[in-house]
């Protein structure tokens, strides 16, 4: 079967690191994609990955390993705002989006 | 418009009604997909439309219908609403041009079936 999983929740403080991860198991592969969603608010888009390695973009980097089936979100110099769920999502062969159930974070200050 | 828009917001429906949400999109993306999204679960895809005039079936399709009639408006029927049907709606749209297929969400709609 196809399965997605991150952990439900993390805390964190504003300033910190924090890594999000994800794990994968889908019927083909192409690519990992990582989505942001505020409460009460629709997922937005923050990164994808399809080979392996980091992709860093500002404070928010992706890595993707295909060998192990395994994602990380990584955060830093955290702020408050970014105090919100982090969605995991595999695209399978059929190109459809396989998602996790989020990891909400929560910043402290 | 900008984007995906959705409507209603919010609806509580009797058990037993039709209902459709509506879904907008003024990107001239392909393809459209309905998910929703429960408390601890990820987003399941209800159905999903490639390109105007096709729809096909996701996850959890049973209960549900849609139609695309155009590129822009994609709704998601509820032809005989059900308690286990209440949940926060996404429609989502997408150039899907190749794997890299970023999806926009809608702002999403809360049903309540009571």
């Known amino acids: 079967g196809q399965n997605i999983d991150q952990p439900t929740e993390m805390t964190a403080t504003e300033g910190a690191i924090v890594q999000i991860n994800c794990t994968y198991q889908?019927?083909?592969?192409?690519?990992l994609f990582w989505y942001q969603q505020h409460a009460g608010e629709a997922p937005t888009f923050l990164s994808y990955n399809v080979l392996d390695g980091l992709e860093e973009k500002g404070r928010f980097s992706s890595f993707l390993s295909r060998s192990k089936g395994y994602s990380y979100l990584l955060l830093k110099e955290l702020q408050m705002k970014d105090s919100a769920s982090y969605l995991c999502?595999?695209?399978?062969?059929?190109?459809?989006?396989?998602w996790g159930a989020g990891t909400k974070l929560i910043i402290k200050p | 418009i900008a984007g995906i828009t959705q409507a209603p917001t919010s609806q509580i429906l009797a058990a037993g009604r039709r209902m459709t949400l509506r879904c907008t999109q003024d990107m001239r993306h392909n393809a459209m997909y309905w998910y929703r999204q429960d408390l601890g679960l990820g987003l399941r895809l209800i159905h999903y439309?490639?390109?105007?005039?096709?729809?096909g079936k996701g996850e959890v399709p049973d209960g549900y219908s849609v139609s695309r009639a155009n590129t822009d408006d994609f709704p998601l029927t509820l032809a005989s609403a059900v308690p286990s049907q209440t949940s926060v709606y996404f429609c989502?749209?997408?150039?899907?041009?190749?794997?890299?297929?970023?999806?926009?969400f809608g702002p999403g709609t809360r049903l309540t079936v009571l």
């Open positions: 989502a749209s997408s150039d899907a041009e190749g794997p890299f297929n970023e999806q926009f």
């Open positions: 999502a595999a695209m399978d062969s059929n190109y459809q989006l396989i």
């Open positions: 439309s490639n390109t105007a005039g096709t729809t």
């Open positions: 889908t019927s083909g592969f192409n690519g």
